[in-house]
């Protein structure tokens, strides 16, 4: 059979769903033999490779065969209980995920019909873009940086324009912390405006928050959670606490749409992975989480430094950069009419990868912005990298 | 918020949840505490753990960092190559899914709209009714036991009514080896038949092929994929032959079907977990699945022969079962005008499980079947149990 003849098989949804240029970029070259600032990956040092070891012989001798069987849906309690003691929560409001971007997706299927809203900043996190589409949602971004209006006018002028055309506003999908692309971090009144609206205009919250343990400088400001916790879905990973290998996360949310998702995970995939959930229940009650995301902190913030360094050091002038105070990437803006997504190919050539800007925002706009993650690469890489980088970036520019 | 408040937030979808009665039952005993013919679990002593810990270490030793790393999509290369060579396939037509479930939830995905019809047998499995309904399909199951047509009338019926309803017709699911519930096998005319009809009336199969490698007597038949590689999906799992815990399964097809399989994973979860890819790919490279496979093997082969012998002992005479050449379950018909569903209490406070067999139908019919599992009850509690069941049979019988 031909691609012609499979497509009349194909659901609606799949005419929605969008391939992430960041994993094809991944797929294409060996991220170890460039100087890569494209991915949001932990470097390989970041990983408590003999603690897991050692926890996983442990695991085995505590739980024995339990590790190996099926289990609850809702996930494993030791795991569920520890979660729920991080932020001193009830367990009923616990859910473990097989990977924060099931929360992201299971979220979505709950909730999302086609056509409805979803409301989020732009720009936005990739993979909840992805998802959101495949479920034809109408995805409305907004900008941070309008000059024309201030933060609170931004917002209720795109929620009004959605109620204009009848929309039914379902959720707002936002990263408080460190936020991916960006690296920006909301205020608390940014997160109590974003909440008030949430309850006068009545849609929900997701609160996508997998880096917010990742504090480099200042003090943590409370959850959208915290605020609203019967209106806000707060995801949680251990992607860049632990290791995204083991692709867990979890949901803290009430329990009437827990119970949802609850039934909606039984037919995705029944359970999350049982041995895995024991090692990271393990791994948190016996404290070693909190040592690892020390650890952690020191390691990236070092890396976090350099780069900000570097990019005062070799960047051209007119170009410009946000200073996030924790997770794992900024955002350079370089002057208007610069379009990095032509650039990239270029750039890759000679050996330097980014995530350009445009890939994570709803509009057309954005070209003249890119993603870079100090995380993955090697401190010596850095200098050698950035040195590249903006040697090209001021050709381009010069030419 | 109350109930409710949250209503108008859910997408269509939830309005066709269901909930799995098998896994409610769960939540609610101790399997252990009673005779449990219910599950479809593994025993305890059916997991290799002192080999999955030696294992472990070796992965890590082998693949370091790699581990605990984010992963490709389609799943890592070893474990996608071990089960190409176990099929004497192309790399490229296989997919790693976090279960077989989930491989049944995507393929339901990438291919059903609202109202599509998808095709099954009459009983079918629980888990794939579940997420054909919460895509809201129309699944429409064919009985076997139709005494009035041949197999081939059953199915032609069934289809022409979809065609006279103008309804698009997707996919037929089918378990050819060892069905759950029925545990009954296809032949091979049988599996001709329905992929003729495929061909003929333009649509694709999804064979759902989890206990085929446990047979105990009897020769294999070739899967529905051999007869037809672009027009069948075929689903494994790690389940039956490994462990349900790591929850990995894979999905074998044409490459056309598998990239949006691909896309659509890639908003799913981002990759299956990866240590776990890496123990299962060990596992299989180092031949040791195969001694675990003939364990098992020995192992359910001489529990069903228990429970085949049991029955015959203990069931009254009206009472009649299948003759399951492998796989994990049998299916019990008692006769008409019992209620299985309404006997479920009573039989649960006297201490004894099973599954009713209606919660396998998309009608309402076969109120006088039961499932029963013969994997996962320890040997010397299967006489007490089968005793204890028949005894209250009885009792219910001459009420």
């Known amino acids: 059979m031909t691609d012609e003849t499979y497509k009349k098989f194909f659901s609606d949804d799949v005419g929605s769903f969008f391939r992430s240029p960041v994993r094809d970029i991944f797929k294409k070259v060996d991220l170890n033999a460039i100087f890569s600032f494209a991915g949001g990956y932990p470097p390989a040092d970041a990983f408590p490779?003999?603690?897991?070891?050692?926890?996983?012989?442990?695991?085995?001798d505590k739980y024995g065969a339990k590790c190996f069987q099926y289990g609850a849906t809702q996930g494993v309690t030791e795991l569920r209980q520890a979660i729920a003691d991080r932020y001193s929560e009830n367990i009923e409001r616990v859910q473990i995920t097989s990977s924060s971007q099931q929360g992201i997706d299971v979220c979505t299927r709950i909730l999302v019909n086609p056509g409805d809203v979803v409301l989020t900043s732009n720009p936005s996190y990739l993979g909840a873009l992805q998802s959101f589409s495949s479920y034809r949602a109408d995805i409305v971004g907004v900008s941070h940086s309008n000059v024309l209006h201030t933060y609170e006018q931004s917002w209720r002028l795109a929620i009004e324009q959605c109620l204009k055309k009848q929309k039914h506003i379902k959720f707002l999908y936002m990263i408080p912390d460190f936020q991916n692309p960006s690296g920006e971090t909301l205020t608390l009144e940014e997160r109590k405006l974003l909440v008030n609206l949430a309850r006068e205009y009545d849609f929900l919250i997701i609160e996508d928050s997998p880096y917010r343990e990742l504090r480099y400088e200042g003090e943590a400001v409370p959850t959208m959670y915290s605020l609203a916790p019967d209106r806000v879905l707060h995801l949680g990973s251990f992607s860049k606490i632990f290791a995204p290998g083991f692709r867990l996360g979890w949901i803290l949310g009430a329990p009437e749409l827990l119970?949802?998702?609850?039934?909606?995970?039984?037919?995705?995939?029944?359970?999350?992975?049982?041995?895995?959930?024991?090692?990271?229940?393990?791994?948190?009650?016996?404290?070693?989480?909190?040592?690892?995301?020390?650890?952690?902190?020191?390691?990236?913030?070092?890396?976090?430094?350099?780069?900000?360094?570097?990019?005062?050091?070799?960047?051209?002038?007119?170009?410009?950069?946000?200073?996030?105070?924790?997770?794992?990437?900024?955002?350079?803006?370089?002057?208007?009419?610069?379009?990095?997504?032509?650039?990239y190919d270029k750039a890759l050539t000679a050996g330097v990868a980014y995530v350009a800007g445009s890939f994570f925002r709803t509009d057309k706009q954005g070209k003249n912005t890119m993603r870079l993650n100090f995380s993955f690469m090697k401190e010596e890489r850095m200098e050698p990298g950035i040195k590249l980088l903006s040697t090209l970036i001021k050709e381009q520019l010069n030419a």
Chains 1, 2 share one sequence.
């Open 49 to 60: 490779m003999e603690e897991i070891r050692q926890i996983t012989g442990e695991v085995i």
């Open 259 to 343: 119970d949802k998702i609850y039934v909606c995970k039984q037919s995705l995939d029944l359970c999350p992975p049982i041995m895995d959930q024991y090692i990271a229940a393990e791994f948190m009650a016996s404290g070693r989480i909190d040592r690892n995301i020390e650890r952690n902190i020191s390691l990236y913030r070092h890396k976090r430094d350099i780069l900000l360094g570097l990019l005062k050091q070799y960047m051209p002038e007119e170009v410009i950069w946000t200073h996030p105070e924790g997770g794992l990437f900024l955002y350079l803006t370089l002057p208007e009419g610069f379009d990095s997504v032509a650039f």
